[in-house]
């Protein structure tokens, strides 16, 4: 099992940053690709981005490109999303996830174990 703790969510202006960090215990965390989730009420959960477990490969979803940076400290057992120039359509519930495999998927089947979310709110 592994268990994971999302923090660092809040209220930012619309061009605001945010970093959020998502702390895991349980199983080696080192083990596991951890991939960023984000839900917007009345919308299916949508990938954001996803790393694997050495940090040598990432993967963004389309709109957060160039804005959002995932990264990871295995030596903390926590994997972070920078958020920058964050716009109100990012407003949402943000999850960390673990996944056993070693392909980067931007489904959420594909992953073992989630975090209880984090709310982002942008205001524009």
């Known amino acids: 099992q592994v268990q994971l703790v999302e923090s660092g969510g809040g209220l930012v202006q619309s061009g605001g940053s945010l970093k959020l960090s998502c702390a895991a215990s349980g199983r080696t965390f080192s083990w596991y690709a951890m991939g960023w989730f984000r839900q917007a009420p009345g919308k299916e959960r949508e990938f954001v981005a996803a790393?694997?477990?050495?940090?040598?490969?990432?993967y963004y979803t389309g709109s957060v490109k160039g804005r959002f940076t995932i990264s990871r400290d295995n030596a903390k057992n926590t994997v972070y999303l920078q958020m920058n120039s964050l716009k109100p359509e990012d407003t949402a519930v943000y999850y960390c996830?673990?996944?056993?495999?070693?392909?980067?998927?931007?489904?959420?089947?594909?992953?073992?174990?989630w975090g209880q979310g984090t709310q982002v709110t942008v205001s524009s």
């Open positions: 790393i694997t477990w050495s940090g040598g490969s990432t």
């Open positions: 996830a673990a996944s056993d495999s070693g392909t980067l998927y931007p489904f959420p089947h594909r992953y073992n174990y």
